[in-house]
């Protein structure tokens, strides 16, 4: 019997994400709310991070780009 393991080697925190798309950090907490480990999205914790920070894997970044183009589609245009 094989298990099946998890191929992930890295992850983008959700600020560095954030700076990435040009975007406020709170923008793409709020924008993935909804998303699961199977969207890509997993919460990581720090000796000093009691509260622990978002991160993404390869197709999680997707996930936010897409839900960011969404997102700004939805989004009033300013005059």
Known sequence: MSL???KVHHVYTAGLVAKRLGVD???IDELTLDLEPEDGVIWVYGAD???GT???TDDGVEAVRLL???YKRGA???T
């Open 25 to 27: 950090a709170d923008l």
């Open 49 to 51: 991070d009691d509260d």
């Open 76 to 78: 009033p245009t300013k």
């Open 54 to 56: 978002t991160a993404f």
């Open 4 to 6: 099946q393991r998890n």
């Open 68 to 70: 960011l183009e969404e």
